[in-house]
C-alpha cells in the first residue's frame, strides 16, 4: 500500500451538531473513487461499457485487496468495511458497485476456503499487490440461474488440470485479470458435486458467444464466452463448493450485492431530493405535488438499510462460530435478504422518479431517473427472487422464526 494511502486510517469529520465523527478509512477512499465513477456513470450507461476510469480510481486507492489479510499484502477488512464501499460506488455507478461487489465475493471466497494452500495464498499475495480484478463465472449452458449445479467437469491430467465451459454471462469478462469458477468436480461427478477453481488471466481464454446489450447494469459488461482454462491441481479450493455456497459466496453476494443496490437507491433518492428542493424553492416555498413520493422514497430507504444492517449483524454473530453461517435461521436470513433489498431498492428509485415526475421521466436534463431505474430491475433477477424463495419453502416449514428481538 502506498504511503498516502496508509496514513489515512482514521479520521475526524464534524456531524450535523459539530461533533466528531470517526470516519472509517475505506470510507475516505472509496467517496475518492466515487467521485470519479460519478463523473463517467452516464458514458458507462450509455456505450455499455466498463467503467475503465472507475476501476482505476479504485486500483490507486487500493481497495480491490482490502478483504485479504494483512500478512498477505491486504488489510483485512471486515465485511461491514466491504458492505460500505459497495454503498457508496453503487451511489455513483451503478455497474461500478456491483463489479466491485462481485468482486469481492469471489476473494472472500478464497480468503476463508484456502485453508493454507500455498498456491491459493500465493494468489492472494498477489491480488492484493497487483489489484487484480476477479471475474465470476457460475451461470452456464442451459442451467440458468441454478448456482448449486454444474455441467462442465475438471479434467485431470496427473498434477494439471482443463476445464472448458460455456458461461452464459461472465461480466466484465474481457477485463478482469482473473476467473473464479465453479466445475462439476471430475467427468463422472453428479452436476451438483461441485468445485471451486480460480483461474489467472494467463490461464485462459475466452470466445465471445453472447452480448451484452441490456436494460441497465450496461457497464458489467455481463457477455457470454466458451472459457478454456488449464492450470494446476491446487487452483481448485480444498473444500467442496457447496460449503463455499453456503458459508460464503451465498452470505457474502447477498450483503455485498444488497449494499451495492442501497447505494443505486441513495443515489436516486438524492437527485430526487434535489429536484423537490429546487421545485420548492421555484415556488417560494411550496412543496410539488410529488414531494409525498419522496418521503415514500425515504421509507423504503430506511427499511432497506436497515435490513442491510441487520443483515451485517446476522452475518457477525453467526460468522464467528464454525459452521454458524449454515445455520437454518442464518441461511433463511441472508437470502431473504436479497429478496427483500433487491424489491425495496426498487420501490425507493420509482418512488424518487415519482417524485419527479415529467423531469424524472425526461432521458435529458438533470433530474433523469432512467438509468437508476433501469439499473435497479437487474436486482430482482440476479439469482431470481423466484428461485430463492422456492428454494427456501422447506427451510421455512421446518425452521422457527426467533421470538426475541435481540438475538
Ligand atoms: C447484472 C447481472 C450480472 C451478472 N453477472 C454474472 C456473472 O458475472 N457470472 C455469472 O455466472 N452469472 C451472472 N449473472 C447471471 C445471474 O447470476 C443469474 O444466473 C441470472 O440472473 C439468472 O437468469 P434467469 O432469470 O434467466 O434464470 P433463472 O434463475 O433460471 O430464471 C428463469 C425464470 O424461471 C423462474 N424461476 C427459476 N427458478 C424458479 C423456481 N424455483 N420457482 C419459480 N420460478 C422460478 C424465474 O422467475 C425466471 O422467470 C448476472 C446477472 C445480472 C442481471
Redesign the pocket.
Known amino acids: 500500500m502506498s504511503a498516502a494511502i496508509s496514513q489515512l486510517t482514521h479520521h475526524n469529520r464534524r456531524g450535523r451538531h459539530g461533533e466528531a465523527i470517526e470516519i472509517r478509512d475505506f470510507v475516505l477512499r472509496a467517496e475518492e473513487a466515487a467521485k470519479i465513477a460519478e463523473l463517467h456513470a452516464h458514458a458507462v450507461d450509455h456505450d455499455a461499457r466498463f467503467p475503465t476510469e472507475a476501476f482505476e480510481a479504485i486500483r490507486a486507492q487500493q481497495l480491490l485487496g482490502i478483504l485479504i489479510p494483512s500478512e498477505l499484502g491486504g488489510e483485512g477488512a471486515r465485511a461491514a468495511d466491504v458492505a460500505d464501499v459497495c454503498a457508496i460506488l453503487g451511489g455513483a455507478c451503478s455497474s461500478t458497485g456491483?463489479i466491485f461487489a462481485?468482486h469481492q465475493v469471489k476473494v472472500a471466497c478464497l480468503v476463508r476456503h484456502a485453508r493454507g494452500n500455498p498456491w491459493q495464498l500465493d494468489f492472494q499475495r498477489r491480488i492484493a499487490a497487483n489489484q487484480w480484478l476477479l471475474?465470476?463465472?457460475?451461470?452456464e449452458g442451459a442451467n440458468?440461474?441454478?448456482i448449486r449445479s454444474s455441467e462442465a467437469a475438471i479434467q485431470l491430467d496427473g498434477a494439471r488440470i482443463g476445464l472448458v465451459r460455456d458461461?452464459s454471462?461472465?461480466?466484465y469478462g474481457a477485463d478482469a485479470d482473473a476467473i473464479v469458477t465453479t466445475a462439476r468436480r471430475t467427468d463422472g461427478a453428479a452436476s451438483s458435486d461441485q468445485v471451486l477453481v480460480a483461474f489467472q488471466r494467463s490461464d485462459y481464454s475466452l470466445e465471445p458467444t453472447r452480448g451484452w446489450d441490456t436494460l441497465g447494469?450496461r457497464g458489467?459488461c455481463?457477455m457470454g464466452y466458451i472459457l478454456r482454462a488449464e492450470g494446476v491441481a491446487d487452483q481448485v479450493l480444498p473444500e467442496p463448493y457447496e460449503r463455499i455456497h453456503n458459508q460464503t459466496m451465498a452470505p457474502y453476494a447477498h450483503l455485498f450485492w444488497s449494499s451495492a443496490w442501497q447505494g443505486v437507491a441513495s443515489g436516486a433518492f438524492r437527485r430526487a431530493r434535489a429536484f423537490v428542493r429546487q421545485a420548492s424553492r421555484n415556488s417560494g416555498g411550496r412543496m410539488p405535488p410529488g414531494a409525498p413520493h419522496l418521503t415514500r422514497a425515504r421509507v423504503t430507504l430506511e427499511t432497506l438499510r436497515g435490513a442491510v444492517q441487520a443483515g451485517l449483524a446476522t452475518f457477525e454473530r453467526n460468522a464467528a462460530e464454525p459452521g454458524g453461517l449454515t445455520a437454518m435461521n442464518a441461511q433463511l436470513a441472508l437470502n431473504f435478504l436479497k429478496v427483500e433489498a433487491s424489491e425495496l431498492a426498487a420501490a425507493t428509485v420509482m418512488s424518487a422518479m415519482r417524485a419527479c415526475g415529467l423531469a424524472g421521466y425526461r432521458n435529458d436534463g438533470d433530474f433523469a431517473m432512467g438509468r437508476f431505474l433501469r439499473d435497479i430491475l437487474?436486482a430482482p433477477?440476479?439469482?431470481?427472487n423466484?428461485?430463492i424463495l422456492?428454494?427456501a419453502e422447506a427451510a421455512v416449514l421446518m425452521s422457527e422464526p426467533p421470538l426475541s428481538l435481540t438475538l
Open positions: 456491483m462481485m471475474a465470476s463465472s457460475t451461470t440458468g440461474g441454478d458461461a454471462v461472465i461480466s447494469m458489467t455481463s437487474s433477477i440476479m439469482i431470481n423466484d428461485r422456492a428454494n
